[in-house]
């Protein structure tokens, strides 16, 4: 009669059921794992897309110029191409406008109405986004918002030098 490592240990098929499952429960327990360390909240901690298609959670935003500078610190190296992706709950009108020299910005409305206001050169275009709806704020372009109750937006920002001025200074 031959010998084989089944005969030897009857055990051996049991066991080698057994040692699959626990393999199996461990990728399952690494998975879910990884989910739950994964989750978090956006209109908390903003992502940055960096080069090599790369998403990179960002610390506890402030929403001061601060956590900008900081923010501009760390990715500068991704130069035009990296983006800055948030979501904002707004009460009250912005009071200042912003500009993107670098390249545009994807703004969505989540919740609410919110009413953007661009700087062009043949004067000032306002459109008012509702839930779901987008537009684009072009490279170059001066723009601000206003809320007449709580809003939500979604940003997608090529944020590297993006500018601020006042919201009472004129045009430049």
């Known amino acids: 009669m031959k010998t084989t490592p089944e005969s030897r240990n009857p055990l051996s098929p049991t066991v080698r059921k057994f040692e699959g499952l626990l393999e199996h429960v461990s990728r399952v327990h690494e998975k879910l794992t990884c989910m739950q360390k994964a989750k978090f909240d956006l209109s908390n901690f903003p992502v940055h897309l960096a080069l090599g298609a790369q998403v990179v959670e960002q610390a506890r935003f402030t929403g001061d110029m601060d956590w900008y500078a900081a923010y501009g610190a760390r990715h500068g190296g991704d130069g035009a191409e990296g983006r ?21 910005e994807l703004v969505v409305c989540l919740d609410g109405e919110i009413t953007l206001h661009q700087e062009l050169s043949t004067g000032t275009a306002t459109v008012t986004l509702n839930r779901y709806e987008a537009m684009i ?3 170059g372009v001066w723009h601000r918002a206003d809320v007449r109750a709580e809003a939500t937006a ?11 001025r006042r919201r009472d200074e004129g045009p430049v």
């Open 84 to 104: 800055l992706v948030s979501v904002h709950t707004f009460g009250v009108p912005w009071d200042s406008w912003e500009m993107h020299p670098k390249g545009e």
């Open 137 to 139: 704020n072009p490279r």
């Open 154 to 164: 979604l940003f997608i920002t090529a944020g590297e030098g993006t500018e601020h």
